[in-house]
């Protein structure tokens, strides 16, 4: 199986010339020799494209497979792992400048893999998002691919996305997927070292200061407390886009706190949003180099913290590259299949890129850009995907007026799975998803009416997005087969099933009493499908509970008293969904 791989792969390395119509989608890009070849991985096309800058074209393209979304060189820039987040594995290839990419061979990890990083000359690390765990695996130098691994696995509270090497080599930072967490792991013995909370969501950029002494990160913050008021959108006050700088030493003390108030860099001004920070780099003058997403732009900061320019790049900028030595950065644009290289002292573009040519546009296509767009919003400082990342959620409360009211913040819901969701919002007064999705736009990001092609596309990109998967599927142990299907039964005989209907959404078509009232008294709400539902971490529309047995041992809406085998027995259930 393994030859035939190889041959396939060797087969469909194609020269600029062959390339076919197809969505590569590039996320991310790293350096192949000395910043003249690039490597880019293409998580539509499950490919790898090199690029060479003197050439100005793409030299070959492989087929991998799967969904690539992370590069790490090896050893040296002849050996790469990369990370497959739909196929579960890391692949081995190995590379030259001259235009050659392999395929040797591939390791099973952990669910929804997100990152690789190296950890010294003999080990890295990958995060996987669906199973909360970053995986250490040791990786002998003597072949390639490499054989005689080891590995250790440790669970996180949170779904990890990046991370980072501390200086010294004996800590590790991991970053929540959506949300407000951070773990430092500890090396020497490969254990939870701290759990910090940051302030904000939406962690996308991380890298080292300068000097050495401060993480800085590229994030949103959401206020809870502001309504989605015009004024509220149009002046930055309800989201704001920044770079946060936090101190080493309050990382690497377990008791210190982490500052409450950072040095903090505000990316746009009036009438001029930022929405969605991503890539985060430093060029060869110190200057930081920010990716926004949601507007197109390659944000330009100056030592001192000023945002000085914002060039144009392409569509959805996700990724930043400093070129070595250079005060110029190569930017890549996962929507339109292209790299931008961008002369960062001068804040101009060079030059941009085509990874090869794309088929026309489909409406999911469409509505994928739109829901990945700034300018939907008032004055650009929003997209759909800066509270629901990725289709998911970031874990926070936000005084919509979805419930007809204010003062009465509400947790953001997720995405995924959502087209069978009907209705829609806490309330549920919404039957059409397309009305919801209006709504939203008009109410929320307080944007621009869209036109009927534009709401069906982003309809058409929502019914895209599959449920999340469980925490912990259904195993072959007799044992968790007896827990699950007693969990099974006590789902419909404690009265869950009646709000929650199985099979499809475990949610309802009407909306119920609770017994949970919000700030303006409203106690009526509509069910939240469940399935997922143990991908998400704060519960009810106050995200009051903080995990399955906060609402389990609340009482909520049980028609019996469960004793604490039949609780665990139900959340097992629930985390199978």
Known sequence: MLRWGLLLSLWTALAVGGEPARFRRPVDAEWLNHG??????????????????????????????????????????????????????????????????????????????????????????????WDHTVERIRVPLSAWPPFGIERQVLELPFAPHLQLLLPGDELLVVTDHAGDQLAVIALHDWTLHSVRRVQGHNIRGLILS???????????????????????????ILLQNVVRELPLNALRERRTLLPTVAKTVFLGRAAEGAADPSGLAMDGAGQLCVSLGGVDQLGIVSPGGRERVRPVVGSRPTTVLPRPGMTQAIVVNTLSDSLSLV?????????????????????????????????????NWMSCHSCHTDGHANEALTDTFGDHSRGTPKRVLTLLGGRDANPWGWTGDVRELHTQVMKSIDTTMQGPPLTARQINDLVAYLHTLEPAPPLQPITTSNADKVQWTAGQSLFREAGCAQCHIPPLTYSSDVAFDVGHLDEAGHRTFNPPFLKGVSQRFHFFHDGSAHSLHEVINSGHFTTMTLNAPQREALIRYLRSL
């Open 36 to 129: 003249q070849t690039l490597i880019t991985a293409n998580s539509r096309s499950g490919t790898l494209s090199m690029l060479d800058l003197t050439a100005k074209r793409v030299v070959a393209e492989i087929d991998v497979g799967g969904q690539p979304v992370d590069l790490l060189s090896w050893g040296d820039t002849s050996r790469w792992a990369v990370v497959d987040c739909s196929g579960n594995r890391l692949v081995w290839c190995t590379a030259d400048p001259h235009g050659s990419l392999k395929v040797v061979g591939e390791l099973p990890v952990g669910r929804g893999p997100q990152t690789a990083a190296k950890l010294s000359a003999t080990s890295l690390s990958v995060t996987s998002r």
């Open 210 to 236: 300068s000097d050495q002494q401060s993480l800085l990160l590229a994030q949103q913050m959401l206020n809870q407390q502001v309504a989605t008021s015009q004024d509220a959108v149009r002046d930055g």
């Open 343 to 379: 002369d960062t002292q001068a804040g101009q573009l060079l030059e941009e890129f085509s990874l090869g040519p794309m088929p026309p546009l489909g409406p999911a296509d469409r509505g994928e850009r739109l829901f990945h767009d700034g300018r939907l919003s008032l004055e």
